[in-house]
């Protein structure tokens, strides 16, 4: 059995201070190796090294004592198929870094990843304080047709237990939707699921956090559902507008 949360296959990469590339890339092939087809396929996942590989850090090593976002998420968070700067989470902290904030964001997306595993996950990612938790959870969920309640279940879990780790932490669920292909009546539930938790817990909600991406060819890799580069600057607007309220302002 391959051991999936360690420090790297666990996706946890503060974007700032880089790595070796070369050990990067060698450690992504050994867990490759050692994991083989650990996951079953969906269209929302990759090998089993992608994450390790999809996310970078910057050179400036922050203070010990910067305040940290952590996003958690699967394939789209790690920045599937891009290099890892072009990822949204990437961007997020180059914004930031623009403007005088002292954030540091810690990527903790992992490709193929479900709620179920976000929620393994989070007392992991939470072992150092998180002042903003991003979650990107739930179209692996969707796409292998789990049922909605299940993953709603499993989001107000994570949340719960974030708050539990960090009481001070604030909160922003990225909502998603399901292709027509999935029929109707499920689609439905699954939109509605991530408005019920935001409500219910008390989060803040992007009610689709793919807008002006998902369904939109020109914004999406040819696999039509991870976003290409342009997707993901776009993605980064959308998480900015909702992040920016809740951070300290520059000094």
């Not at 989470?89 to 930031?96: D, E, K, M, T, V």
Request: net charge negative.
């Amino acid at each position: 059995m391959c051991m999936r949360e360690t420090p790297f296959s666990a996706g946890l990469f503060p974007l700032r201070g880089r790595p070796s590339r070369i050990a990067v890339l060698v450690l992504g092939s050994l867990l490759l190796s050692a994991c083989g087809q650990e996951r079953p396929s969906s269209e929302f996942d990759s090998t089993a090294g992608e994450t390790t590989e999809s996310t970078t850090r910057t050179d400036t090593a922050p203070a010990e004592s910067a305040p940290r976002i952590l996003f958690l998420g699967d394939s789209i968070t790690a920045g599937y198929g891009l290099d890892p700067g072009m990822a949204f989470p990437s961007l997020i902290q180059a914004r930031l870094d623009s403007l005088g904030y002292d954030y540091e964001v810690v990527n903790g997306g992992l490709s193929g990843e479900t709620t179920a595993g976000g929620l393994r996950r989070i007392d992991w990612l939470l072992q150092k304080d998180a002042d903003v938790l991003v979650v990107e959870l739930g179209g692996n969920d969707g796409l292998r047709g789990f049922p909605p309640e299940v993953t709603q279940r499993n989001l107000i879990d994570i949340i719960r237990r974030a708050r539990e780790l960090q009481p001070d932490v604030r909160i922003i669920l990225g909502g998603l939707k399901m292709p027509p292909n999935m029929g109707s009546a499920y689609t439905s539930s699954y939109e509605d699921l991530f408005e019920s938790v935001a409500v219910d817990m008390d989060v803040e909600l992007i009610p689709f956090i793919l807008e002006g991406v998902g369904g939109v060819p020109e914004n999406n890799l040819p696999d039509g559902i991870h976003p290409n580069a342009e997707g993901h600057r776009i993605l980064a607007e959308t998480v900015w507008d909702a992040l920016k309220p809740l951070l300290e302002p520059p000094a």
